[in-house]
Nanobody, 123 residues
Framework: QDWLVESGGGSVQAGGSLRLSCAAS?????MGWFRQAPGKEREGVAA????????YVADSVKGRFTISQDNARNTLYLQMNSLKPEDTAMYYC???????????????????WGQGTQVTVSS
């Protein structure tokens, strides 16, 4: 059974919106969203300290993407508005169950990863 289960990806036109969800199977300390486009490195898009609610959003998506959580459901969200073709990528949810440097989110700081969900934005 996957520890993180993602949903919500899809195809939209530029300017559209999508919301990604990620359900965790247990306690988390920090959760984040990453994305990876073909031929590019995986980059951290947003992160949240699940105990305090503090958030981080990368400059490349600031003002368009919002990270949030539902603690009661152990679920992480990424609301993506005003999507651009350059947002096209596989999006991954990640979680750490121990103390880690949450911001900015680095791939080495998270021990659990979701299977990924594809987001495609057409012009």
């Amino acid at each position: 059974q996957d520890w993180l289960v993602e949903s919500g990806g899809g195809s939209v036109q530029a300017g559209g919106s999508l919301r990604l969800s990620c359900a965790a199977s247990g306690y988390t300390y920090c959760m984040g969203w990453f994305r990876q486009a073909p031929g590019k490195e995986r980059e951290g898009v947003a992160a949240i300290h699940t105990r305090t609610g503090s958030t981080y959003v990368a400059d490349s998506v600031k003002g368009r993407f919002t990270i949030s959580q539902d603690n009661a459901r152990n679920t992480l969200y990424l609301q993506m508005n005003s999507l651009k073709p350059e947002d096209t990528a596989m999006y991954y949810c990640a979680a750490s169950t121990t103390w880690t440097s949450c911001f900015p989110p680095g791939t080495g700081h998270f021990g659990h990863w979701g299977q990924g969900t594809q987001v495609t934005v057409s012009s």
